[in-house]
Protein backbone atom coordinates (compact mmCIF):
# COMPACT_ATOMS: atom_id res chain seq x y z
CA UNK A 1 0.00 0.00 0.00
CA UNK A 2 1.54 3.78 -1.03
CA UNK A 3 2.13 5.70 1.84
CA UNK A 4 0.30 8.71 2.14
CA UNK A 5 2.10 11.75 2.10
CA UNK A 6 1.17 14.05 5.36
CA UNK A 7 2.61 17.69 5.86
CA UNK A 8 3.34 18.12 9.37
CA UNK A 9 3.29 22.03 10.50
CA UNK A 10 4.42 23.37 13.97
CA UNK A 11 7.46 25.48 16.16
CA UNK A 12 10.39 24.35 17.73
CA UNK A 13 12.27 27.66 17.61
CA UNK A 14 9.82 30.05 18.37
CA UNK A 15 7.23 27.54 20.61
CA UNK A 16 6.10 29.07 23.64
CA UNK A 17 4.55 26.16 25.15
CA UNK A 18 4.13 23.33 22.87
CA UNK A 19 7.53 22.21 20.54
CA UNK A 20 7.17 20.32 17.26
CA UNK A 21 9.74 17.81 18.11
CA UNK A 22 7.92 15.71 20.80
CA UNK A 23 4.22 15.44 19.30
CA UNK A 24 6.03 14.46 15.39
CA UNK A 25 7.94 11.58 17.26
CA UNK A 26 4.86 10.24 18.75
CA UNK A 27 2.68 11.09 15.70
CA UNK A 28 4.86 9.04 13.38
CA UNK A 29 5.13 6.56 16.01
CA UNK A 30 1.45 6.57 15.85
CA UNK A 31 1.08 6.43 12.18
CA UNK A 32 3.61 4.06 11.36
CA UNK A 33 3.97 3.32 7.65
CA UNK A 34 0.99 4.36 6.22
CA UNK A 35 1.66 7.70 6.27
CA UNK A 36 5.03 9.38 5.05
CA UNK A 37 4.96 11.92 7.38
CA UNK A 38 6.93 15.29 6.90
CA UNK A 39 7.65 18.26 8.85
CA UNK A 40 8.41 21.30 8.90
CA UNK A 41 8.35 25.35 10.84
CA UNK A 42 8.19 26.99 8.32
CA UNK A 43 4.49 28.30 7.59
CA UNK A 44 5.30 29.18 4.15
CA UNK A 45 3.95 25.84 3.62
CA UNK A 46 0.71 26.77 4.36
CA UNK A 47 0.50 29.38 1.30
CA UNK A 48 2.05 26.49 -1.12
CA UNK A 49 0.00 23.14 0.11
CA UNK A 50 -1.51 20.99 -2.86
CA UNK A 51 -4.20 18.14 -2.14
CA UNK A 52 -2.72 16.56 -4.59
CA UNK A 53 0.61 16.15 -3.66
CA UNK A 54 -0.60 15.78 0.40
CA UNK A 55 -3.61 14.61 0.85
CA UNK A 56 -3.88 15.21 4.79
CA UNK A 57 -1.95 18.42 7.06
CA UNK A 58 -1.54 18.48 10.58
CA UNK A 59 -1.22 21.79 12.39
CA UNK A 60 0.42 21.69 15.51
CA UNK A 61 1.28 25.47 15.11
CA UNK A 62 2.20 27.36 18.71
CA UNK A 63 1.59 30.90 16.81
CA UNK A 64 -0.36 32.46 19.67
CA UNK A 65 1.00 35.43 18.82
CA UNK A 66 2.11 35.28 15.67
CA UNK A 67 -0.57 35.46 12.63
CA UNK A 68 -0.06 34.19 9.59
CA UNK A 69 0.22 36.18 6.30
CA UNK A 70 -2.89 36.48 3.80
CA UNK A 71 -0.54 34.22 1.52
CA UNK A 72 -0.27 31.53 4.16
CA UNK A 73 -3.92 32.18 5.22
CA UNK A 74 -4.98 32.11 1.38
CA UNK A 75 -3.10 29.09 1.07
CA UNK A 76 -4.35 27.02 3.65
CA UNK A 77 -8.11 27.84 2.76
CA UNK A 78 -7.74 27.15 -0.59
CA UNK A 79 -5.85 23.37 0.25
CA UNK A 80 -9.26 22.25 2.65
CA UNK A 81 -11.76 24.13 0.53
CA UNK A 82 -10.07 22.17 -2.48
CA UNK A 83 -10.22 18.71 -1.08
CA UNK A 84 -7.33 18.63 1.11
CA UNK A 85 -8.03 17.72 4.90
CA UNK A 86 -6.67 19.76 8.04
CA UNK A 87 -6.05 17.91 11.69
CA UNK A 88 -5.64 20.05 13.71
CA UNK A 89 -4.25 18.95 17.09
CA UNK A 90 -4.21 20.38 20.67
CA UNK A 91 -2.63 24.08 20.15
CA UNK A 92 -2.93 23.72 16.54
CA UNK A 93 -5.81 25.38 16.40
CA UNK A 94 -3.52 28.70 17.64
CA UNK A 95 -4.46 29.58 13.63
CA UNK A 96 -7.48 30.71 15.11
CA UNK A 97 -6.04 34.56 15.13
CA UNK A 98 -7.00 34.50 11.74
CA UNK A 99 -11.13 34.88 11.83
CA UNK A 100 -11.21 33.15 8.56
CA UNK A 101 -9.27 30.13 9.89
CA UNK A 102 -11.43 30.53 13.30
CA UNK A 103 -14.60 30.01 11.02
CA UNK A 104 -12.60 26.50 8.84
CA UNK A 105 -11.23 25.23 12.29
CA UNK A 106 -14.70 25.60 13.86
CA UNK A 107 -13.90 27.26 17.11
CA UNK A 108 -12.20 30.00 19.07
CA UNK A 109 -9.84 28.90 22.12
CA UNK A 110 -10.59 30.67 25.27
CA UNK A 111 -8.36 29.60 28.03
CA UNK A 112 -8.03 26.73 30.06
CA UNK A 113 -7.77 25.77 34.07
CA UNK A 114 -4.62 23.94 35.01
CA UNK A 115 -3.31 21.08 33.98
CA UNK A 116 -4.72 18.43 35.24
CA UNK A 117 -6.01 14.61 34.99
CA UNK A 118 -9.35 14.72 32.90
CA UNK A 119 -12.07 11.95 31.77
CA UNK A 120 -12.36 11.79 28.19
CA UNK A 121 -16.04 10.20 26.82
CA UNK A 122 -17.30 9.31 23.13
CA UNK A 123 -20.54 11.57 23.20
CA UNK A 124 -21.35 10.29 19.32
CA UNK A 125 -23.12 7.05 18.77
CA UNK A 126 -21.24 4.92 16.11
CA UNK A 127 -18.92 7.39 14.47
CA UNK A 128 -16.27 6.00 12.56
CA UNK A 129 -13.80 8.02 14.14
CA UNK A 130 -14.32 6.15 17.63
CA UNK A 131 -13.88 2.51 16.08
CA UNK A 132 -11.59 0.68 18.69
CA UNK A 133 -11.79 4.04 20.71
CA UNK A 134 -12.77 3.08 24.61
CA UNK A 135 -13.25 6.10 27.00
CA UNK A 136 -10.04 6.56 28.93
CA UNK A 137 -8.07 9.24 31.27
CA UNK A 138 -5.27 11.25 30.89
CA UNK A 139 -3.74 14.02 32.53
CA UNK A 140 -4.08 16.77 30.27
CA UNK A 141 -5.11 20.99 29.70
CA UNK A 142 -8.89 21.34 29.72
CA UNK A 143 -9.05 23.48 26.46
CA UNK A 144 -12.29 25.59 26.48
CA UNK A 145 -13.53 26.89 23.12
CA UNK A 146 -16.38 29.14 21.87
CA UNK A 147 -18.15 27.32 18.73
CA UNK A 148 -18.50 29.41 15.20
CA UNK A 149 -22.24 29.17 14.78
CA UNK A 150 -22.04 29.53 11.29
CA UNK A 151 -20.19 25.48 10.80
CA UNK A 152 -22.67 22.63 11.38
CA UNK A 153 -19.75 20.05 13.23
CA UNK A 154 -20.02 16.93 15.11
CA UNK A 155 -18.74 16.89 18.23
CA UNK A 156 -17.83 12.73 19.02
CA UNK A 157 -15.79 13.46 22.06
CA UNK A 158 -15.93 15.24 25.94
CA UNK A 159 -14.19 15.55 28.51
CA UNK A 160 -15.19 16.23 31.89
CA UNK A 161 -14.62 19.07 34.38
CA UNK A 162 -16.20 19.92 37.37
CA UNK A 163 -18.97 17.62 36.80
CA UNK A 164 -19.47 19.34 33.45
CA UNK A 165 -18.52 17.98 30.18
CA UNK A 166 -16.72 20.07 27.11
CA UNK A 167 -16.06 19.11 23.49
CA UNK A 168 -12.60 17.35 23.11
CA UNK A 169 -13.15 16.45 19.73
CA UNK A 170 -15.32 17.49 16.27
CA UNK A 171 -15.41 17.44 12.60
CA UNK A 172 -16.68 18.66 9.83
CA UNK A 173 -17.04 19.43 6.11
CA UNK A 174 -15.04 22.97 4.98
CA UNK A 175 -15.79 23.00 0.84
CA UNK A 176 -14.71 19.87 -0.58
CA UNK A 177 -12.37 19.02 2.38
CA UNK A 178 -12.93 17.53 5.99
CA UNK A 179 -11.32 19.50 9.16
CA UNK A 180 -10.85 17.23 12.57
CA UNK A 181 -9.96 18.72 15.89
CA UNK A 182 -8.42 16.75 18.78
CA UNK A 183 -8.01 18.68 21.82
CA UNK A 184 -5.38 16.18 23.84
CA UNK A 185 -1.84 17.08 22.72
CA UNK A 186 -0.13 19.44 25.35
CA UNK A 187 2.95 17.39 25.10
CA UNK A 188 4.59 13.58 24.40
CA UNK A 189 2.37 12.00 27.40
CA UNK A 190 -0.62 12.72 26.45
CA UNK A 191 -0.14 10.43 23.21
CA UNK A 192 0.10 7.87 25.44
CA UNK A 193 -3.11 6.08 26.04
CA UNK A 194 -3.42 3.34 23.49
CA UNK A 195 -7.42 5.09 22.84
CA UNK A 196 -5.93 8.33 21.99
CA UNK A 197 -3.61 6.85 19.84
CA UNK A 198 -6.13 4.71 18.02
CA UNK A 199 -8.04 7.99 17.71
CA UNK A 200 -5.07 9.48 15.96
CA UNK A 201 -5.01 6.82 13.88
CA UNK A 202 -8.42 6.42 12.92
CA UNK A 203 -8.77 10.47 12.37
CA UNK A 204 -5.94 10.81 10.16
CA UNK A 205 -7.44 7.16 7.62
CA UNK A 206 -10.54 8.79 7.67
CA UNK A 207 -9.32 12.53 6.76
CA UNK A 208 -6.99 10.98 3.88
CA UNK A 209 -9.61 8.51 2.56
CA UNK A 210 -12.39 11.22 2.02
CA UNK A 211 -11.92 10.99 -1.72
Known amino acids: MREIQTMLIGDNTDAPW ?42 YTDCWKRDLTPQQTAGLLRYVAGGGSLLVIHNGISLQRSYELLQMIGAKFTGHPPYQPLAYYASAASHPLLEGVENFNLEEEPYLFEFDPFTTKTVFMEF ?45 RWLSRQA
Open 160 to 204: EFEGKRYPAAWEHTYGLGKVVYLQPGHHAPSFQPASYRRLVLNSA
Open 18 to 59: HPLEPARKQLAAILGSEFALTATEDYQTFAELDHNQFPLCIS
